[in-house]
C-alpha cells in the first residue's frame, strides 16, 4: 500500500486534487473485503470503485474481473445521473 | 571451387526487437490510456508484425540457405519471440485476473463502512465527516463520494 509520502509524489506528478489516502495497515482496504495477499510480503488493494450517497449508501459498485480494465469517468457519471434521477 | 559469402539475415533479429517493442510498448506507454490498455490492440498489431518479419526471415533462411544466414540464430529468436508472446498473452488474460471475488464487499444499497485515513498532507481524513450529518459524520455539508481502491504499481 502507498504511504503518504508515495501518494503526494504521485499527486505532484499527475496533479491531481482529489483527496489520496494512504491505508498502509489496510484497515479500508478490509472493511471493503479488497485485500489482495499477492505473496507472502505483499498485500495490495483488489481494485474497486464506489459511488456513495451522502446517507453513507452505496449506490453503485464497480469490481472488475480484470486488473487492467477499470470504470472509464463516462460511466460513473452515467451511473451518477442514473440514480440520482430515481426517487427516494 | 567457389567460395560463396551468404548473406546476412536482419529479419530475424527485427522481428524479435518488434516482438520486444510489442511487450514493452504496452506496459510503459500503452498503459496510460483505457482505449489502448483494456484491449492491448497496438500489442496484437505489434506482435503479428514482429512474428511476419521472424516468419519471412526464417523462410529465406532455410530455403534459399546457399544465399542467407541465419537458421540458427533465426531459430532461437523465434523461440524467444513465441516465449514473449506466450508471457503476454497470459499476463493479459489470466494473470490479470487473479484477484479475490471480494464477495463481501458492500453491495448497492448497504452501508459504506466508516474509515478514516491520512491524506497526502498528514490530516486525518473520515469518510462519514467527508458525506455530512446524514451519515453521522461532524462535516458542516452534504456530499457523495466516489471511493477508488486501486492496486498501486499499477
Same mark, same amino acid.
Given at each position: 500500500?502507498?504511504?503518504?509520502?508515495?501518494?503526494?509524489?504521485?499527486?505532484?506528478?499527475?496533479?491531481?486534487?482529489?483527496?489520496?489516502?494512504?491505508?498502509?495497515?489496510?484497515?479500508?482496504?478490509?472493511?471493503?473485503?479488497?485485500?489482495?495477499?499477492?505473496?507472502?510480503?505483499?498485500?495490495?488493494?483488489?481494485?474497486?470503485?464506489?459511488?456513495?450517497?451522502?446517507?453513507?449508501?452505496?449506490?453503485?459498485?464497480?469490481?472488475?474481473?480484470?486488473?487492467?480494465?477499470?470504470?472509464?469517468?463516462?460511466?460513473?457519471?452515467?451511473?451518477?445521473?442514473?440514480?440520482?434521477?430515481?426517487?427516494? | 571451387?567457389?567460395?560463396?559469402?551468404?548473406?546476412?539475415?536482419?529479419?530475424?533479429?527485427?522481428?524479435? /526487437?518488434?516482438? &520486444?517493442?510489442? @511487450? =514493452?510498448?504496452?506496459? !510503459?506507454? +500503452?498503459?496510460?490510456?483505457?482505449?489502448? %490498455?483494456?484491449? #492491448?490492440?497496438?500489442?496484437?498489431?505489434?506482435?503479428?508484425?514482429?512474428?511476419?518479419?521472424?516468419?519471412?526471415?526464417?523462410?529465406?533462411?532455410?530455403?534459399?540457405?546457399?544465399?542467407?544466414?541465419?537458421?540458427?540464430?533465426?531459430?532461437? /529468436?523465434?523461440? &524467444?519471440?513465441? @516465449? =514473449?508472446?506466450?508471457? !503476454?498473452? +497470459?499476463?493479459?488474460?489470466?494473470?490479470? %485476473?487473479?484477484? #479475490?471475488?471480494?464477495?463481501?464487499?458492500?453491495?448497492?444499497?448497504?452501508?459504506?463502512?466508516?474509515?478514516?485515513?491520512?491524506?497526502?498532507?498528514?490530516?486525518?481524513?473520515?469518510?462519514?465527516?467527508?458525506?455530512?450529518?446524514?451519515?453521522?459524520?461532524?462535516?458542516?455539508?452534504?456530499?457523495?463520494?466516489?471511493?477508488?481502491?486501486?492496486?498501486?504499481?499499477?
Amino acid at each position: 500500500m502507498d504511504t503518504p509520502e508515495q501518494l503526494r509524489e504521485h499527486q505532484a506528478r499527475m496533479g491531481w486534487k482529489f483527496p489520496l489516502l494512504s491505508d498502509t495497515q489496510g484497515e479500508a482496504v478490509r472493511a471493503y473485503d479488497l485485500l489482495h495477499r499477492v505473496s507472502d510480503e505483499q498485500v495490495v488493494s483488489r481494485p474497486g470503485e464506489f459511488l456513495v450517497d451522502p446517507t453513507g449508501t452505496v449506490r453503485w459498485v464497480d469490481l472488475t474481473e480484470d486488473y487492467r480494465v477499470r470504470a472509464r469517468p463516462e460511466t460513473l457519471l452515467a451511473a451518477f445521473d442514473r440514480v440520482n434521477a430515481m426517487p427516494r | 571451387m567457389e567460395l560463396i559469402t551468404r548473406r546476412r539475415n536482419f529479419l530475424p533479429l527485427a522481428g524479435f /526487437l518488434v516482438c &520486444l517493442v510489442a @511487450a =514493452l510498448s504496452y506496459f !510503459f506507454f +500503452f498503459y496510460q490510456f483505457p482505449v489502448t %490498455r483494456d484491449l #492491448p490492440w497496438t500489442a496484437w498489431l505489434l506482435f503479428a508484425l514482429g512474428l511476419g518479419l521472424l516468419g519471412a526471415g526464417l523462410a529465406r533462411a532455410f530455403r534459399r540457405r546457399d544465399v542467407y544466414r541465419g537458421r540458427v540464430t533465426g531459430s532461437i /529468436l523465434a523461440v &524467444l519471440s513465441l @516465449a =514473449l508472446l506466450g508471457l !503476454f498473452v +497470459f499476463a493479459t488474460t489470466i494473470g490479470s %485476473r487473479q484477484m #479475490p471475488a471480494a464477495e463481501g464487499a458492500p453491495k448497492v444499497g448497504e452501508k459504506a463502512p466508516d474509515f478514516t485515513l491520512q491524506d497526502t498532507q498528514g490530516r486525518s481524513v473520515r469518510l462519514y465527516d467527508l458525506l455530512g450529518p446524514a451519515a453521522g459524520g461532524s462535516g458542516p455539508s452534504s456530499s457523495w463520494a466516489v471511493l477508488v481502491f486501486y492496486r498501486g504499481y499499477w
